[in-house]
């Protein structure tokens, strides 16, 4: 499996971005996936889970519950992350993950978001 994220941008405190991850790969292993989440990673800080989907139970950091809700489209085979009310402190780097095929991970490129004052 193949993630492709984008959505990033330049958006003022208190806008709005919607992520996508786009999954490519093969059909079997792509429908084997139970497990994704988004990631932040904040500039001179570790990679940290912000949402997630685990057996169809959704998952949230405290940091970002009621802003964000994350979302998956089988039939477009896409991850989204919808950030609403952003903060300054939400900019940084966003990856995407998925497990599939049982304990294989895989990871999109990463993108950015830049919340301004």
């Known amino acids: 499996v193949q993630l492709q994220a984008s959505g990033g941008g330049l958006v003022q405190a208190g806008g709005s971005l919607r992520l996508s991850c786009a999954a490519s790969?093969?059909?079997?292993?792509?429908?084997?996936?139970?497990?994704m989440g988004w990631y932040h990673q904040a500039p001179g800080k570790k990679r940290e889970l912000v949402a997630s989907?685990?057996?169809?139970?959704?998952n949230y950091a405290d940091s970002v519950r009621g802003r964000f809700t994350i979302s998956r489209d089988k039939v477009k085979n896409t991850i989204d992350l919808q950030m609403n009310s952003l903060k300054v402190e939400d900019t940084g780097v966003y990856f995407c993950?998925?497990?599939?095929?049982?304990?294989?991970?895989?990871w999109g490129q990463g993108t950015q978001v830049t919340v301004s004052s």
């Open positions: 790969g093969r059909r079997t292993s792509i429908q084997s996936i139970q497990s």
């Open positions: 989907i685990i057996n169809g139970n959704r």
């Open positions: 993950n998925v497990r599939f095929d049982g304990w294989n991970n895989a």
